[in-house]
C-alpha cells in the first residue's frame, strides 16, 4: 500500500469539498491540500443557483473567479392566482464552470478524480485501488444520503439545456411556475435565460417519495417547451433527488454518519435549506469556515464542524415545522397554495426565507392569517402528528 501526506484530504469533490478546497487556496496557498472524487470531474452534472441577497460580501469574494451567469434585473414567480416580479439579483453556476474554476485555482497535484473511496478515518483516506491519503485533517463531503433518523419529503427534478432555433425573449428567471398542473406533488417549472438563444428548463416536484421518472419528466419539459413556443437543440440533460427536512434526530444522524475525528460537510452534514434544499450559501459560509480553522487537529477541526451543523439545525427548525406542513397538512395537489400565499408576502421577507435567516416578524407573518391548508391538519403538524 503506497502513502502520501497532505494538510487536508477532502472526500467528495462536489459543490462543499469543491468550494472548501477553493477557500483553501485562496486563504492559504501553502497548505498541502488534496481533493479526492470518484467521478471523472468536479462538480458531476448539476446547476447551483442561489439569490444574490444569500451571500455576505466573503461569501460572493469566495465565488468570484468562478464563471456564473448573473441577472440583476429581478426574477419572477407565477401561481394560478396571480404573477409577481421580484427585484432580488439572482446567479447560477454550471457544474461544467465549476469544474473548470477549480482546476484554475487548484495545483494540478490537489485534485484526484476517478479515486473510488473505500474508507476514511481521522487520518485519511483508503482508495479502492490500494493506496492510502494520509492527513493531518480529513473532511467527509461525499453528499447527502438518506437517513432512517430524518423524516422528510423529496424534491426531484429534472433539467433542461436547450438551444432554441429563434431568440426565446425571456429576460428574467421564472424561479417558480406554479400555474401548471400538479400531478399528485407540489409541482412547478424553472426557467433560466442563459443567453438570447439558451434556456435552462427544469421541471420540480415536491412529492412523498424519492421516485423519479426520466421520460414522464422529460415528456412533460417538452411540453411546457411547445406551449411557450421555444424549440431547439437539446444540449444537456440533469436529473436529482434532493432532501425535504421536515424533523429528525440530529445527534443520532450525526453519529451514524460520522467516522471519529472525521469532519461532515455539505448536505452530509446537514448543511442545507431544510425547505428548499438550497445548498449553495451554507456550502460557501462553511468553506469559509473552514479556511478561518485550517491549523486545527483533525479531531478539533471536526468538532468545530459539528457544532457548526448543529446552530444551523437549531437555527433552521422554523423551516422544517413549514416543510412538514407542506409535506403533511394538505392534499399534493393542493401544496402550490402554501407557496402561493407566501409569494404574496413583502419582498424583503421572501430575500431572508431564502437565506434562511427569517425574523421573528418574518415568522408570524408568514404564519399569520388562515392558512393555506386545511386547519385541522395545520394543527395536527405543528403539534407534531401527521394529518390523515
Known sequence: MTASRHDIAIAGGGLAGGLIALALARARPELDVVLVEQGEVLGGNHRWSWFASDLDLAGAQLVTGLRTTHWDSGNEAQF????????????????????????????????????AISALDEAGIDLASGERIAARAVIDA???????????GWQVFMGRHLRTATPHGIAAPMIMDAAVEQPGAYRFVYVLPLGANELFVEDTYYQDTPDLDRRLLAARIEAYCQAHGWAGEILGNETGVLPVLTGGDFGAYWASRAAPGVALAGARGLFVHPLTSYTLPQAVSTALAVAAEADLPGEQLAAVLAARARRHWNATRFYRKLGAMLMGAGAPDQRYKVFERFYALPEPLIERFYAARSTRLDRLRILCGRPPVPVGGAVKVLLGRKAA
Request: net charge positive.
Open 80 to 115: 394560478p392566482a396571480y404573477r409577481r416580479r421580484l427585484g432580488s439579483g439572482y446567479r447560477s453556476l454550471a457544474s461544467t464552470d465549476f469544474d473548470a474554476g477549480l482546476r484554475r485555482a487548484l495545483p494540478p497535484q490537489a485534485i484526484r478524480c476517478r479515486a
Open 142 to 152: 461525499r453528499g447527502y444520503t438518506p437517513s432512517p433518523h430524518l423524516t422528510g
